[in-house]
């Protein structure tokens, strides 16, 4: 299973953003799907996250500014991000619980390759 972001780039500050990242591959089922994102010299952290069901979880930086939500025919998570700050800043990862059409009794835990995104004036 591979998962790939789009949407990131050069914004500025109070803009708004929208990140995709789809799922695909020999998918048996994604559960949760989340975005995390890492700035330069910090760990990475944990963003949003969102249940199958539609559960939502949400850092404390980013609530009422960021709406996290998915489409599960299509396997694909987004991250609406508005009133963007520079300390959003950041590579941002999507990350996946899934399980493989080949072996559907293991759970596994996929991440996508990254996106920057970039708030500068």
């Known amino acids: 299973v591979q998962l790939q972001a789009s949407g990131g780039g050069l914004v500025q500050p109070e803009g708004s953003l929208r990140l995709s990242c789809a799922a695909s591959?020999?998918?048996?089922?994604?559960?949760?799907m989340g975005w995390y994102r890492q700035a330069p010299g910090k760990q990475r952290e944990l963003v949003a996250a969102?249940?199958?069901?539609?559960?939502?979880t949400y850092a404390e930086s980013v609530k009422g500014r960021f709406t996290i939500s998915r489409d599960n025919a299509k396997n694909t998570v987004y991250l609406q991000m508005n009133s963007l700050k520079y300390e959003d800043t950041a590579v941002y990862y999507c990350n996946a619980d899934g399980r493989e059409i080949d072996n559907i009794l293991i759970p596994r835990n996929y991440w996508g390759q990254g996106t920057l995104v970039t708030v500068s004036s």
């Open positions: 969102i249940a199958r069901a539609g559960s939502t």
């Open positions: 591959g020999r998918i048996f089922s994604i559960n949760s």
